[in-house]
């Protein structure tokens, strides 16, 4: 089991930039799927962007080009750095590992099998 804490939301105007960060421990997450997900109030939990072991790194395509999934191996952390963020962005962001996975990670978070607590993203316009 890979124990994951989020850290980095906050809130921000349209049009602006936000870090979170994930802290992995327990477990080499350099060597599994490693996943951001967000859920807005009322609706369900929605895939963002994940990384493999081999840093192949997919994006949901309402983020592609804004957001970007990197990892520093050194210190067992996930990021995701936003930018442009529209007011749609706004939700919870959690922090994902697929311990089944080291390659082809799934979209669907119901495949997942270790979470964080969340932090949460607000976007005002």
């Known amino acids: 089991q890979v124990h994951l804490v989020e850290s980095g939301g906050g809130s921000v105007q349209s049009g602006g930039s936000l870090r979170v960060s994930c802290r992995a421990s327990?477990?080499?997450?350099?060597?599994?799927?490693m996943g951001w997900f967000r859920q807005a109030p009322g609706k369900e939990r929605e895939y963002v962007a994940s990384?493999?072991?081999?840093?192949?790194?997919k994006y949901t395509d309402s983020v592609r080009g804004r957001f970007a999934i990197s990892r520093d191996n050194a210190n067992n952390t996930l990021y995701l750095q936003m930018s442009d963020l529209k007011p749609e962005d706004t939700g919870i962001y959690y922090c994902?590992?697929?311990?089944?996975?080291?390659?082809?990670?799934?979209?669907?978070?119901?495949?997942?099998?270790?979470w964080g607590q969340g932090t949460q993203v607000t976007v005002s316009s």
């Open positions: 327990g477990y080499d997450s350099s060597s599994i799927c």
């Open positions: 994902a590992a697929d311990m089944e996975k080291p390659i082809y990670c799934q979209r669907s978070w119901s495949q997942w099998t270790d």
């Open positions: 990384i493999d072991s081999v840093a192949k790194q």
